[in-house]
């Protein structure tokens, strides 16, 4: 594979200090399987790989229909050339390298056309087994097992129904195949081309004499080829070729013709004229779907109509929508009450000689459980304009939902301008806080919590190790007084950048630290080298809370 040792011999300086022995550990423990692989195929006492299969009981759906067992001691064993497991030609094959492995398989397990065999390994941070669909996967899990020191690896297979989104798909099984050669060549014997027949006499013999001519039916020709039309057989005699009774009253019903035009060459639109047109016309019955007891919602979110008899899917909905109603039609009211059966609600504007607004509305939920309908909006509006001034009715569940379509597109909109095009499109005065508030919530339901995100960096590791073999990912956490454990410390180093570093890179790395300035405070570490062109070259990155010398050394070990 061209893999050199490393050599600990190559001065690494960080500026004019020598760089300390731990970040070469860390740069060969990311290549240490390649290493063993390289080494074992030079060993010329340990060139064999043993591989196992053992499978799960499985039912083999063979193609005649028969269902054969596979019991749960069936272990398959074979012993292969190192070649043949190279890592880096198997990462190359992709899921051809699994296909291969399965026609191996193929070798010695049946199943049906309809079917695939499950290449599986245990995954123990899901506590499951996982299918294996690429030769990546396969070279991971060797690795997971020590496989290249103990030259052996244990995999485990199932029959399962053929998927059509599997990347390895169906792959036939050779003994199967057999099976099914073998069964036609000894239960249907072929019917011979060549058949002798007995003729009684011919030209130039004696009357009474049998002689046997042996004819070749393959080169028998017809002189005239016809054009077979076979007639339609009637009910009546198609009911007694199966057995079934017929009654006197098939017979009287049963039509002279056929069921099926005799002429064969009738055109199709000799049919076609022979359909009245007036009356199939006649035959279409409009049919109206709607039912008088059903509940249509049809509403606009953004220019919604609040009127008495007015049906809504929810009480939720039907409250953005008031809000959106009252804003769009410059008014401020005051929800008296609601919860998830009722609704009511009072303007709390004035009039010109100060007395209040007589406007309310009432809604209610209706029988189904989920509609909600308008019963009563008795008055109308005396007030004056609420336009451009702040409204109870912008809250921050109302701006959330108005700004959630602008941060899914751009999310990196700050709130000042979500602000200022809020207030161009309705006729309102916002508060910068309540802004704020319903972009953190728009925020959180569109990707999710930032503090949960923490939960999710060990997945970060997994996947990141199981997409880059070799690659290097480390997370430092730390336990508070109440037992809590919290994130504390990263360190990842990819496998193309220490490839790219140990092959084409100057001897020099330098490390250095930013400060985080965003929601989360704290260090953000970069470990840089030089190439051939004095371009820096990225190795490493790590985050931790300060710039302190335990820090520092968790970094670099």
Not at 81 to 99: R, S
Not at 275 to 303: G, I, R, T
Request: contains cysteine; glycine residues 6%.
């Amino acid at each position: 594979m061209g893999i050199q040792r490393w050599s600990s011999q190559i001065p690494l300086r960080i500026g004019n200090t020598p760089l300390f022995d731990p970040i070469l550990n860390a740069i060969r423990a990311s290549s240490l399987f390649l290493t063993l692989a390289a080494t074992n195929r030079g060993d010329a006492a340990a060139r064999t790989f043993e591989l196992m299969i053992e499978f799960f009981p499985s039912k083999a759906k063979l193609v005649d229909g028969s269902i054969q067992n596979i019991q749960r001691d069936t272990i398959l064993k074979w012993e292969v050339e190192f070649t043949e497991i190279d890592p880096q030609v198997l990462q190359n094959m992709g899921e051809n390298a699994v296909k291969k492995w399965v026609e191996k398989i193929g070798e010695d397990i049946v199943w049906g056309p309809e079917q695939e065999v499950s290449l599986l390994r245990f995954d123990d941070w899901k506590g499951e087994y996982v299918r294996i669909e690429d030769g990546e996967e396969i070279v991971e899990e060797i690795d997971r097992q020590n496989g290249w020191t103990s030259k052996r690896a244990n995999f485990f297979a199932e029959l399962v129904d053929l998927n059509l989104f599997s990347k390895v798909g169906y792959v036939p099984s050779r003994l199967a195949a057999q099976m099914v050669d073998d069964d036609w060549a000894t239960q249907r014997p072929l019917i011979p081309m060549c058949t002798e027949l007995t003729v009684i006499a011919e030209e130039g013999d004696v009357a009474g004499t049998e002689t046997a001519v042996t004819v070749d039916w393959n080169a028998v020709e017809l002189d005239e080829p016809t054009d077979l039309v076979i007639a339609p057989m009637p009910d009546t005699e198609m009911a007694k070729l199966f057995g079934i009774p017929v009654d006197d009253r098939d017979k009287e019903g049963e039509r002279d013709e056929s069921s099926l035009p005799i002429d064969a060459n009738r055109n199709l639109s000799e049919d076609v004229e022979d359909v009245d047109v007036q009356l199939m016309e006649d035959a279409v019955n409009v049919v109206d779907d709607a039912h008088d007891d059903e509940l249509v919602h049809v509403y606009d979110k953004e220019n919604p109509v609040i009127e008495v008899g007015k049906l809504w899917p929810s009480m939720a909905e039907f409250r953005m929508c008031f809000k959106t109603y009252a804003v769009k039609h410059e008014f401020d009211a005051k929800t008296v009450w609601t919860d998830k059966k009722k609704f009511y609600a009072r303007c709390r504007g004035f009039d010109g000689s100060v007395r209040p607004c007589k406007w309310y509305i009432s809604a209610r939920l209706q029988p189904d459980g989920s509609t909600v309908r308008v019963n009563q909006i008795p008055n109308q509006h005396t007030c004056i304009t609420s336009s451009q001034r702040v409204s109870t009715m912008t809250s921050q569940l109302w701006v959330a939902e108005k700004i959630t379509p602008i941060l899914a597109k751009t999310p990196n909109t700050t709130a000042k301008k979500l602000k200022t095009d809020l207030e161009k499109m309705y006729p309102i005065k916002l508060k910068y806080t309540t802004v704020w508030k319903a972009k953190q919530r728009a925020m959180k339901n569109l990707y999710g919590d930032w503090a949960n995100t923490f939960r999710m960096l060990f997945n970060f590791k997994a996947e990141v190790e199981k997409r880059s073999p070799g690659s290097v990912v480390e997370i430092d956490t730390e336990v508070s007084e109440a037992g809590d454990v919290k994130f504390s410390k990263f360190f990842m180093a990819l496998k193309p950048c220490i490839d790219g570093f140990k092959a084409g890179c100057r001897p020099y790395l330098s490390i250095d630290s930013s400060f985080l300035t965003g929601k989360w405070n704290g260090q953000l570490a970069a470990c840089n080298a030089l190439d051939g062109h004095n371009w820096m070259f990225p190795v490493a990155v790590g985050l931790f809370q300060s710039e302190s010398e335990p820090s520092w050394t968790w970094f670099m070990m």
